[in-house]
């Protein structure tokens, strides 16, 4: 029997690493005065993303790292780090680092990298594997962990795998957080993701385009958590949306589409096939995420779907962000 968290519902917001990026702005300031203000707004997670050469960014670690100096309480994470583009120790060694810098405040979002030609390239570029990516995520995750759990009594300072073998793991740095942080799995909901997340990961976050979908597949990963033996509660039900926030519901989808054709390269019409969108005011936004709410989402993560997405952020607040939390 598949059994839904009852607890209240958090907002988080995304920093527009990419945004900034695609308007030519590689700044910190204004990320860290978007921080500041997402933090003193009331959203409970601050998250960035993650490229290289597909859609380039400043490194989403470096940036939690300044944002934790500069906020004190909101969580931080990653939607998505893409842990293929570095190395299994050199990311376990950077992750325990910025867990000590945020106060254990970390949460990562982790993806096998988007199947579309750019990223392909980008894998290529730092003499990483495409091919058999996901079956690599998940062993870099269990390199971490087996990492993170070293020096414990009992526990071993040597990992094999299929493609990493690593000794003396109990010499890197431990997490401030016992165990390192929680490892969310960002995904669809193709049978083998929905598994590898019931099994592995302490979350789901996926991008799904219907409520309903959602629904059938968190249904479908507490079947499989509970076969795979893990309690209820163990994977904590995320989701991943773009909203553009406007009264007019005209412009905010025109904003929306200017937004998504500089971002990806594709059309609106062509990426909503496969990720979440939602437009208009933020009313019809909150009205648009309670039909996730309802299928089982109890952490959102929310990407303005603006090249300038300050401005939104408190209409969001005052409006959006009370009316999901007040949800079940």
């Not at 993701?193 to 479908?220: I, K, M, N, Q």
Request: aromatic share 8%; proline share 7%; with cysteine.
């Amino acid at each position: 029997m598949v059994t839904f968290d009852e607890s209240p519902v958090q907002l988080g917001v995304l920093l527009p690493t990419r945004e900034q990026a695609i308007v030519g702005n590689f700044a910190a300031s204004p990320l860290l005065d978007f921080a500041r203000q997402a933090e003193q707004l009331g959203f409970d997670s601050l998250w960035t993303g993650d490229s290289l050469t597909a859609r380039p960014r400043l490194d989403p670690l470096v940036v939690l790292s300044a944002a934790g100096s500069v906020t004190r309480s909101i969580t931080l994470g990653t939607a998505a780090l893409t842990p293929a583009l570095r190395h299994p120790l050199i990311g376990a060694n950077m992750i325990a680092s910025l867990d000590h810098v945020c106060g254990a405040r970390l949460v990562l979002g982790l993806g096998s990298g988007f199947p579309v030609p750019e990223t392909e390239e980008e894998f290529a570029a730092v003499g990483a594997s495409f091919a058999g990516r996901a079956g690599r995520l998940d062993e870099i995750t269990a390199v971490w962990r087996t990492a993170w759990a070293s020096g414990e009594p009992g526990a071993p300072s040597e990992f094999t795998g299929r493609h990493w073998q690593v000794r003396n793991l109990d010499r890197l740095p431990r997490p401030l957080r016992p165990g390192g942080p929680p490892l969310w799995l960002a995904g669809s909901d193709t049978p083998r993701v929905l598994a590898r997340a019931a099994r592995h990961y302490d979350g789901w976050l996926p991008f799904l385009p219907s409520a309903e979908a959602y629904g059938r597949a968190w249904r479908r990963l507490g079947e499989l958590r509970a076969e795979a033996g893990r309690p209820a509660g163990a994977v904590q039900a995320a989701f991943y949306a773009t909203i553009t926030v406007n009264q007019n519901e005209k412009e905010a989808k025109r904003e929306l589409e200017h937004y998504i054709e500089h971002y990806y390269g594709r059309s609106l019409e062509t990426m909503s096939a496969i990720q979440a969108y939602g437009w208009g005011s933020s009313e019809r936004c909150a009205q648009w995420l309670a039909g996730y709410v309802r299928e089982g989402v109890r952490h959102i993560v929310i990407r303005v779907g603006s090249l300038d997405p300050e401005p939104q952020l408190k209409e969001i607040a005052e409006v959006l962000l009370p009316a999901v939390r007040a949800l079940r």
